[in-house]
């Protein structure tokens, strides 16, 4: 019997109480709503959940951290992953900060 068959006992006691989880991925567009099985979803794990991201004005309001907030030339960019990311989204985002890390000589690979 190993130290963790307690977990294997008590996962299949849910399992027959039906009250087991599955976690599903969503692979549609990360928007404001998602179809789950059959059934359309408001999906709060979006980046998008107010349904804004095309939003013009909010796209020209947007700005970078940079001076004041942090000093002259100490300028960056704040990412933050969501669940509502899919894996190609994250994926595009790595490619292109290692794209311009290289093209800007930070990352020499």
Not at 37 to 57: E, K, M
Not at 76 to 99: I, K, Q
Request: proline residues 2%.
């Amino acid at each position: 019997m190993g130290k963790l068959t307690f977990v294997d006992k008590a996962l299949a006691e849910l399992g027959e109480k039906g009250l087991d989880n599955t976690i599903r991925t969503i692979e549609s567009s990360a928007g404001a709503w998602a179809t789950i099985g059959r059934r359309r979803v408001l999906n709060l794990c979006s980046d998008d959940y107010l349904d804004l991201a095309d939003d013009q004005r909010l796209r020209e309001a947007a700005t970078a951290i940079a001076f004041p907030t942090v000093p002259h030339g100490k300028a960056r960019t704040r990412v933050t992953m969501l669940a509502g990311h899919s894996a190609d989204d994250l994926e595009l985002g790595v490619d292109a900060f290692a794209h311009v890390g290289r093209e800007l000589g930070v990352i020499r690979r």
